[in-house]
């Protein structure tokens, strides 16, 4: 990937999340239940990343360490995957896109209430943005799209769920090396889930899903991002990986018949501008993979 551009990279990445809840719609279309997608989205990939750990020969945590990145499996990993899986089902892969973006609200708030970060002047407006987003989401609806409290409840689990990457990754990602993490962390969170998953008979197009779920949009997306952002700074990586829930929406429209309303789409982009608003700044305010 060094031959790459890195723009190119995160860009890759941006569109491979973007199907996310479009692979996980087909593949619920295909018979497969929510939380059995996360499953396989979390076994899949993480055999992918204990091999990849394998072949670099990284360390993986121990100990204290251990214990962390497998609490961070269950939560990070069992609870975001499957929040998402079900939001997806709730009110559609475009809603479910834009409200995974209030992740870094969610951030500002953990820093400030655990470490006592100051919120300014730009984290209180992209706090407020975030709740206008949601407010206007709320309001908006649209064409196959269902906004219900189950829908927003879920989609803002998905979302505090995925900044806690963020938290983690504070922690742990210059420790160790962010493949080893994921190939303990997936696991755990894919044994948490086992007991939702029935290993009934899945035809072609539903392991084409799950398998496209889990190697392009996780494994390969992580790999780009992370190769993109060793030679872009954080600030304009973040700023081209939001184009993520605009391609959501583009294909959910195209394949789906999702349509958010005028009100909805205008609460969208508050969501994905406060987003924004706290990844122009110095300290990295977005988690780094999803």
């Known amino acids: 990937m060094n031959r790459v551009p890195a723009p190119l990279l995160i860009l890759t990445a941006a569109v491979l999340w973007g199907l996310l809840g479009i692979l996980g719609k087909q593949a619920q279309a295909a018979g497969i239940a929510p939380l059995e997608v996360a499953f396989w989205r979390a076994a899949l990939a993480g055999g992918l990343y204990a091999l990849h750990t394998a072949v670099i020969r ?3 945590p121990r100990g204290r360490d251990l214990l962390v ?3 961070f499996g269950v939560a990070g990993v069992s609870v975001f995957y ?8 709730a009110g559609g892969a475009s809603l479910a896109s834009v409200l995974l973006y209030t992740a870094p609200a969610f951030v500002a708030l953990i820093g400030w209430a655990a470490w006592r970060e100051r919120l300014g002047g730009r984290e ?14 709320s309001l908006g609806g649209g ?3 269902t906004v219900s409290p189950a829908a927003l409840g879920l989609g803002l689990t998905a979302g505090f769920t995925y900044s806690l990457y963020y938290i983690y990754g504070r922690a742990f990602f210059d420790r160790y090396a962010p493949p080893a993490l994921l190939a303990v962390a997936l696991p755990v969170g894919a044994a948490c889930l086992l007991p939702f998953v029935t290993f009934s008979a899945k035809t072609a197009p539903a392991w084409g899903s799950l398998i496209a779920l889990s190697f392009f949009s996780t494994y390969l997306a992580y790999l780009a991002y ?7 700074n954080a600030t304009r990586a973040s700023v081209i990986a939001s184009l993520e829930p605009v391609v959501a929406a583009a294909l959910a429209a195209a394949l789906f018949g999702e349509r958010p309303a005028p009100l909805a789409l205008l609460g969208a982009a508050l969501v994905i501008g ?11 305010k977005h988690p780094p993979v999803e």
């Open 82 to 89: 499957g929040s998402y899986q079900l939001a997806v089902r």
């Open 274 to 284: 406060a987003a924004l608003l706290l990844s122009l700044q110095p300290a990295e």
């Open 143 to 145: 064409q196959g799209v």
């Open 58 to 60: 990284a360390p993986l």
């Open 69 to 71: 990145t497998a609490a």
């Open 124 to 137: 209180a407006l992209a706090i407020g943005g975030t709740l206008g987003g949601i407010g206007l989401i």
């Open 226 to 232: 992370s190769a993109g952002l060793r030679r872009l």
